[in-house]
């Protein structure tokens, strides 16, 4: 016999994690996760920035929205700082006007420097490199597992349940019911969430919906010694307004990417040493760092829908199937804002005013666009 449930949510990362603590506080979730531990795939290998100058319109919404949870929290939510803030330089390269434009379009809040204000802040910057510069001093980093935890923790407080290794097997309409069959058992729910990641168009298949048309793209990252530069820790995070590389203090080291964005098929995503070979050349062509050898490197995927915007709403032709995917590279920052939205459309309710007012328009993330 099924358990039963009123929601339940596929996929713990951090979409589903926070939409679920959201639900959980008047109806009865359950998580199901097909890995063995929340946060496996993209949540956990984040690049942890907050940027709210980047993105498609509807995430630089839910971004700009979120600010006030990542520097003021609940009470009790966390037990650490969720954002440390880290300004961020953007750098014109040769040829880069147009992105400039794009960015100044789109942006708000950043300020022009001169090569020698870029150098005070980033003093391994390349004499000649930027052919203009630009300082967002509202970005920063982010504590990616601070902030799921507190999400979960949230969650289970709420009296809500996740069981890991409990892949959505089989999904079944059984009348006005979503039946799910998994190693864990067999789960009913009148609504089911799909906040499967990459996975989100296989879940969707599973349910008998039209998958939207997702692409997950690979991103890969390396990490690299800086010994003998002095105050490392404290330079911002830096990145070509073409978005072809980018780095960042980490540890007492420097992550760094070409910004790949290697389509792929949903799986366990791996760096590519090509890839990390591009962003460290990219980073020399840019300062006088040296680059030697390679600390560690990682892979994650970032997964799109066909415009770029996240997919937020219920099916408009299946009853009670809500898509919670295609956050890109943006689901992170734009995680508290996203999931209170997500969570008052599942519930029948309007997005919160201060995400209305921060630039959102609910045309451009529903599922009926497509």
């Given at each position: 016999?099924?358990d039963?449930?009123?929601?339940?949510?596929?996929g713990?990362?951090?979409?589903?994690?926070?939409?679920?603590?959201?639900?959980?506080?008047?109806?009865?979730?359950?998580?199901?996760?097909?890995?063995?531990r929340?946060?496996?795939?993209?949540t956990?290998?984040?690049?942890?920035?907050?940027?709210?100058?980047?993105?498609?319109?509807?995430?630089?919404?839910?971004?700009r929205?979120?600010?006030?949870?990542?520097?003021?929290?609940?009470?009790g939510?966390?037990?650490?700082?969720?954002?440390?803030?880290?300004?961020?330089?953007?750098f014109?390269?040769?040829g880069?006007?147009?992105?400039?434009?794009?960015?100044?379009?789109?942006g708000?809040?950043?300020?022009?420097?001169?090569?020698?204000?870029?150098?005070?802040?980033f003093?391994?910057?390349?004499?000649?490199y930027?052919?203009?510069?630009f300082?967002?001093?509202?970005?920063?980093?982010?504590?990616?597992d601070?902030?799921?935890?507190?999400?979960?923790?949230?969650?289970?407080?709420?009296?809500?349940q996740?069981?890991?290794?409990?892949?959505?097997?089989?999904?079944?309409?059984?009348?006005h019911?979503w039946?799910?069959?998994?190693?864990?058992?067999?789960?009913?729910?009148?609504i089911?969430?799909?906040?499967?990641?990459?996975?989100?168009?296989?879940?969707?298949?599973?349910?008998?919906v039209?998958?939207?048309?997702?692409?997950?793209k690979?991103?890969?990252?390396?990490?690299?010694?800086?010994?003998?530069?002095?105050?490392?820790?404290?330079?911002?995070?830096?990145?070509?307004?073409?978005?072809?590389?980018?780095?960042?203090?980490?540890?007492?080291?420097?992550?760094v990417?070409?910004?790949?964005?290697?389509?792929?098929?949903?799986?366990?995503?791996?760096?590519d040493?090509?890839?990390?070979?591009?962003?460290?050349?990219?980073?020399m062509?840019?300062?006088?760092?040296?680059?030697?050898?390679?600390?560690?490197s990682?892979?994650?995927?970032?997964?799109?829908?066909?415009?770029?915007?996240?997919?937020?709403?219920f099916?408009?032709?299946?009853?009670?199937?809500?898509?919670?995917?295609?956050?890109g590279?943006?689901?992170?920052?734009?995680?508290?804002?996203?999931?209170?939205?997500?969570?008052?459309?599942?519930?029948?309710?309007?997005?919160?005013?201060?995400?209305?007012d921060?630039g959102?328009?609910?045309?451009?993330?529903l599922?009926?666009?497509?």
């Open positions: 016999m099924a039963t449930f009123d929601i339940i949510v596929i713990a990362g951090i979409a589903g994690a926070s939409i679920a603590a959201h639900l959980a506080e008047t109806k009865r979730v359950l998580i199901l996760e097909m890995e063995d929340p946060g496996f795939h993209t956990g290998r984040s690049a942890a920035t907050f940027e709210p100058n980047y993105g498609p319109p509807p995430m630089l919404a839910f971004t929205a979120s600010n006030m949870f990542f520097t003021n929290p609940p009470q939510f966390t037990d650490g700082p969720l954002l440390v803030p880290r300004s961020s330089l953007f014109e390269a040769e880069q006007e147009n992105f400039t434009k794009n960015l100044l379009a789109s708000s809040g950043l300020e022009e420097l001169s090569e020698v204000q870029a150098r005070k802040l003093p391994i910057l390349r004499e000649g930027a052919k203009r510069t300082l967002d001093p509202h970005t920063g980093d982010l504590d990616v601070l902030l799921h935890r507190g999400y979960l923790k949230l969650f289970k407080a709420r009296g809500g996740l069981l890991n290794s409990a892949a959505a097997e089989t999904i079944l309409r059984q009348g019911v039946e799910v069959i998994s190693p864990q058992g067999i789960f009913e729910a009148d089911l969430v799909n906040a499967a990641g990459a996975w989100g168009d296989a879940v969707a298949a599973k349910a008998g039209k998958p939207i048309g997702l692409q997950p690979r991103r890969s990252i390396g990490v690299i010694p800086v010994e003998g530069i002095p105050g490392v820790a404290s330079f911002p995070m830096v990145t070509d307004v073409g978005e072809t590389w980018y780095a960042k203090p980490q540890s007492g080291k420097m992550m990417s070409s910004a790949d964005a290697t389509p792929v098929d949903p799986h366990d995503a791996y760096a040493d090509m890839a990390i070979a591009e962003g460290i050349e990219r980073l062509n840019a300062t006088t760092i040296e680059v030697n050898n390679l600390h560690h990682w892979g994650g995927l970032r997964t799109f829908a066909p415009d770029g915007a996240p997919v937020i709403g099916d408009p032709s299946t009853e009670g199937f809500f898509w919670l995917v295609g956050q590279g943006y689901g992170i920052q734009s995680a508290p804002a996203l999931s209170r939205t997500a969570a008052a459309m599942v519930l029948g309710e309007k997005p919160p005013q201060d995400v209305r921060a959102l328009v609910l045309a451009e993330i599922p009926d666009r497509f």
